[in-house]
């Protein structure tokens, strides 16, 4: 879902039409069915050895790499001289790597993440343009679930009852590492002949 909106409504006012705010979300599901590795079994009624992958029960998981959810937010002003925009964005936990034994799963915990874009423009064709990233210098982080899993009749991890895969540091979840990307910020000038 996204919306975009100007804010004319708050005033009637020129410069309110190049004041704006926006928002998007996503919501996404997936499920990978998890399968045992390639074994080689005994066919009774053909006497013949098959190769075969059997799918393991309370075994499914998210897409790799995929997260439930991801928000964007923004406000901005985009004038005929110059501009200002800033924007927010963060998302959800995504599976980093799988495992058969699932409390060594390892999942990321995006940052939240902090963005802003100042410009001006001269002479009709030159324009510069001043970019500030990861403004709230956030860490992205990794973590496992250890303790939220047992062990089924099958000797498969199952998650124990009232437990997820979220990062819940009370219940025990541990930080794997942690990644910084900084902040970063860039100048540019461009010029339209």
Same mark, same amino acid.
């Given at each position: ?8 409504? =708050? ?51 998210? =897409? ?70 990861? =403004? ?22 199952? =998650? ?34």
């Amino acid at each position: 879902m996204e919306i975009r909106k100007n804010l004319t409504f =708050l005033s009637e006012k020129d410069w309110f039409k190049n004041l704006f705010v926006y928002a998007n979300g996503t919501l996404l599901k997936s499920k990978v069915n998890v399968l045992s590795p390639w074994e080689w079994i005994n066919n009774p009624e053909t006497q013949d050895a098959e190769r075969v992958q059997q799918r393991y029960p309370n075994q499914d998981r998210p =897409l790799m790499g995929q997260s439930p959810w991801l928000l964007n937010l923004g406000v901005g002003y985009w004038g005929e001289f110059f501009g200002v925009t800033a924007s927010y964005n963060h998302r959800g936990y995504r599976t980093n790597i799988a495992n058969v034994k699932l409390a060594n799963v390892e999942y990321e915990l995006a940052p939240k993440q902090l963005d802003a874009q100042l410009y001006a423009r001269f002479l009709k064709k030159m324009e510069l343009k001043f970019n500030m990233a990861n =403004l709230l210098d956030d860490w992205t982080r990794y973590y496992m679930n250890i303790h939220d899993y047992e062990t089924d009749d099958n000797k498969l991890d199952v =998650l124990k009852k009232g437990k997820s895969i979220k990062y819940n540091k009370e219940e025990g979840d541990i930080i794997t590492y942690r990644r910084r990307d900084g902040q970063r910020f860039s100048l540019s000038v461009s010029y339209n002949f």
